[in-house]
């Protein structure tokens, strides 16, 4: 079963940097899309920031110019740097990936696939 594993959460002062890590593994073909998406407290979950198996990024307003996704196609990872850190960029921070998973049939199915989930708190 395909899983996607987060980490480099923590916590941080305003203007501060944090690097988040993302890995999938399992019985994966391809991967096509990945993401990172937020949940702030009380708030709904929200994109960050995605990138396109041709390498094409898109960032919400809020994070333009302060965080970078990247990823490394043959570890099957995606991460997301994040400078200049504010208050407000606390959350819970998820990985997302579309991809084609090789089923025990032999037959592969196309699945959106979400980590776990970690924190990020800024500290103002």
């Known amino acids: 079963q395909v899983q996607l594993v987060e980490s480099g959460g923590g916590l941080v002062q305003a203007g501060g940097s944090l690097r988040l890590s993302c890995t999938a593994s399992g019985s994966i073909l391809t991967i096509n899309s990945m993401a990172w998406y937020r949940q702030p407290p009380g708030k709904q979950r929200e994109s960050v920031a995605t990138?396109?198996?041709?390498?094409?990024?898109n960032y919400a307003d809020s994070v333009k110019g302060r965080f970078t996704i990247s990823r490394d196609n043959a570890k099957n990872m995606v991460y997301l740097q994040m400078n200049s850190l504010k208050a407000e960029d606390t959350a819970v921070y998820y990985c997302y990936a579309r991809l084609a998973e090789r089923q025990t049939s032999g037959r592969s199915i196309w699945n959106n696939v979400w980590g776990q989930g970690t924190q990020v708190t800024v500290s103002s």
């Open positions: 990138i396109t198996g041709g390498d094409a990024t």
